[in-house]
């Protein structure tokens, strides 16, 4: 019988002859992941070999993991048969206590490997555990009532009356507020009201395109203040003037704009980043826009216990988080919902634009990706325009004189009035390379017009 190799969750032990190795494996696997298993009697590659299994065997391995761990975990152990009769111990635990010391020492679980933890590291978790004791939403924030941004705050309380997630209606800031569940017991501000409604004094986002991912040539960087909700606003319009869209010509005088990545799904990304984010930690979130991906990083990793493929995936339903009260606010206001549900919408949008969505644990926190389609970038006349003769100057001035590449281009430049070659790279879908060598061609017979030179230069059609 095999039970399968070692994983980051899971460790083997020939016997309880390596009972302490095992529970310092225990504690490795907590400090990474908040739960796993332990077996005795199994071999590294999975086969079930056996071992004596006694009641006192059950009891020297629970008493021996009591006297080991700290903070204490409660596991399950139990004795069970193999399909060949080998009896084996299978230890099942979990904890959201991290950080875990065996015998006062600190290891991390990395691959089936368990590594002594870096001072940082240690540091942080043990700052995590503070505030998972103390939440640190929910402290006092020094910040006045004074500072609260009250449209951003009746905005607020609007959509959640549009959702029916909220009753009443905005009367005054303390009262509105109180009525949130957001001053704290001395009637101050809590850490939560003053992310989501006072303008940030520090930098709380930082956006920029870059050339290549060494990140040694930025075409463009930005960085604001502000309170959570205008800095998704900004983000969300940073992510999608620079991503590619279709302009899909259905024989309305209005254009539909396909873009690459869908606008809903960039949306929870960042409404996300900002709701379960470390705010304890010194930081800001992050927006990397590359040819080939969009990047959203945060502080901090998901909390014990949860996996971000668990919630893509729709396995999950856990809402647990570091920011219990921001996250409860943000879902009256339906900027996001629960039981993982949100994670799992932008997933299935993803999948249906044929983008794919990654999260990666980086030392600065958690970084999702939104891994940008090549494909979209193709010029298909199936996709970019549904037929000929359905758009204004340019096919009643040209007809058949112009290829469909030459048409998307003219036709967005009308559409736009002026255009930069960025700008109409992003409404057409082609690569700079391929926009510059028809502007070309276009401006050589007369359908466009250039102006101003380097970064002022526009392009508009000819009359």
């Known amino acids: 019988m095999n039970l399968g190799p070692e994983t980051e969750l899971v460790e083997h032990k ?232 279709k302009i899909v010509v259905t024989g309305r005088r209005t254009r539909d704009e396909v873009p690459e990545i869908p606008f809903v799904a960039i949306r929870e990304a960042l409404m996300n980043a900002y709701a379960h984010r470390a705010w304890h930690r010194p930081g800001y979130v992050q927006v990397d826009v590359y040819h080939d991906a969009v990047d959203i990083i945060s502080p901090g990793w998901f909390v014990s216990g949860q996996d971000p493929e668990d919630h893509l995936s729709g396995r999950s339903t856990s809402s647990e988080t570091r920011n219990r009260l921001i996250a409860a606010a943000l879902f009256r206001s339906g900027d996001i919902e629960s039981s993982g549900l949100g994670m799992r919408k932008m997933r299935e949008l993803c999948d249906a634009a044929n983008v794919r969505v990654t999260y990666e644990e980086v030392p600065f926190g958690t970084k999702l990706t939104f891994h940008r389609n090549a494909p979209f970038a193709a010029n298909l006349e199936s996709d970019v325009r549904e037929s000929a003769g359905k758009c204004g100057k340019v096919r009643e001035r040209f007809g058949k004189g112009l290829s469909e590449n030459e048409f998307a281009v003219a036709e967005a430049i009308e559409t736009m009035g002026f255009a930069s070659t960025s700008e109409v790279m992003m409404a057409v879908g082609l690569s700079e390379r391929g926009v510059q060598g028809v502007l070309k061609r276009l401006a050589e017979r007369g359908v466009v017009l250039r102006t101003g030179a380097g970064r002022s230069t526009r392009y508009k059609l000819a009359d």
Not at 62 to 79: D, F, G, L, M, N
Not at 208 to 222: I, Q, S
Request: aromatic share 8%; with cysteine.
């Open 14 to 245: 020939r016997s309880t002859g390596e009972l302490k190795e095992g529970i310092a494996s225990m504690a490795s696997i907590l400090n990474k992941h908040g739960r796993g298993t332990l077996y005795f009697g199994v071999l590294n590659n999975g086969d079930v070999v056996g071992q004596q299994v006694s009641d006192s065997t059950l009891r020297k391995v629970s008493q021996a993991i009591a006297h080991s761990i700290a903070p204490a975990v409660y596991p399950t152990v139990e004795r069970l048969v193999a399909d060949g009769g080998e009896d084996y111990v299978r230890v099942t635990f979990e904890g959201p206590d991290a950080p875990y010391a065996c015998k006062n020492v600190y290891r991390i679980r990395v691959a089936d490997e368990d590594r002594f933890m870096e001072p940082d590291m240690l540091e942080s978790m043990v700052l995590e555990r503070a505030y998972r004791r103390k939440p640190w939403d929910r402290q006092s924030s020094p910040r006045p009532l004074s500072d609260v941004e009250e449209a951003e705050l009746r905005r607020f309380v609007e959509r959640g009356r549009r959702r029916g997630r909220i009753a009443f209606e905005h009367e005054s800031v303390e009262r509105t507020l109180a009525s949130l569940g957001l001053l704290a017991a001395n009637g101050s501000l809590t850490n939560a009201a003053e992310v989501l409604f006072c303008p940030s004094v520090d930098v709380q986002l930082k956006m920029g395109v870059f050339k290549t991912h060494m990140r040694t040539e930025a075409l463009d960087l930005r960085q604001e203040p502000g309170t959570v909700f205008s800095l998704v606003d900004q983000a969300e319009y940073y992510i999608a003037n620079n991503i590619r869209r």
